[in-house]
């Protein structure tokens, strides 16, 4: 299994960025998707998961109504729409899916915000 994140980089406070995760090695359309982050000097924390259809999807408090996670099951990629950024937003964003008994993680995508 392969995840490639893209996308992140450097935007102002209010700025938005759309976050991608190719997966390969596994039936995609079968399997949840998450996207976690790491800030510097936190643990990592999760930020959005969304089911196998695109049907169902959870965000943390932190983030609700500013972040959306949607999928394309053709294109094999999960993403994160992340709108309104705030500095405390800054991490590094990794997707991760679970499969056959295993955790995979993509290398992460650095995210920061910053006037």
């Known amino acids: 299994v392969q995840l490639v994140e893209s996308g992140g980089g450097l935007v102002q406070p209010g700025g938005s960025l759309r976050l991608s995760c190719e997966a390969s090695?596994?039936?995609?359309?079968?399997?949840?998707m998450s996207w976690y982050r790491q800030g510097p000097g936190k643990e990592r924390e999760l930020v959005a998961t969304?089911?196998?259809?695109?049907?169902?999807?959870n965000y943390a408090n932190s983030v609700k109504g500013r972040f959306t996670i949607s999928r394309d099951n053709a294109k094999n990629t999960v993403y994160l729409q992340m709108n309104s950024l705030k500095p405390e937003d800054t991490a590094v964003y990794y997707c991760?899916?679970?499969?056959?008994?295993?955790?995979?993680w993509g290398q992460g995508t650095q995210v920061t915000v910053s006037s």
């Open positions: 991760t899916v679970y499969h056959l008994l295993a955790r995979y």
């Open positions: 090695g596994l039936t995609f359309s079968r399997y949840g």
């Open positions: 969304i089911n196998n259809d695109g049907s169902s999807t």
